[in-house]
Nanobody
């Protein structure tokens, strides 16, 4: 069955960059929605970035041009390039994917990774 595995998390100084990757194993779909979400203990999971089957992207308002989501041609691997990181970006980052064609919504996400921790220090 489909399994999502995140990588690329770690600890960096404020202002630094990280590139997160999500690899989907056992993926059989060529069109889908792929995204990144983050969560801090005690808070609701936040929408970070999503790319839909048409290549359209949407970002959480806090991103403000700092993050970019992209995907490989096979659409079984996607990335989150994070620049100008801030301490408030510290969170567990999860990748997710769904079957929905066109516009993606949170409820369309069917598969979730276990998360990769991003820690930004001052």
């Amino acid at each position: 069955q489909v399994q999502l595995v995140e990588s690329g998390g770690g600890s960096v100084q404020a202002g630094g960059s990280l590139r997160l990757s999500c690899a989907a194993f056992g993926w059989i779909y060529s069109t889908l929605c792929m995204g990144w979400f983050r969560q801090v203990d005690g808070k609701e999971r936040e929408w970070v970035a999503v790319i839909d089957s048409e290549g359209r992207t949407s970002y959480g308002g806090f991103v403000k041009g700092r993050f970019t989501i992209s995907q490989d041609s096979a659409k079984n691997t996607w990335f989150l390039q994070m620049n100008s990181l801030k301490p408030e970006d510290t969170a567990m980052y999860y990748c997710a994917a769904g079957f929905q064609k066109g516009t993606c919504y949170y409820g369309d996400m069917r598969y979730w990774g276990k998360g990769t921790l991003v820690t930004i220090s001052s």
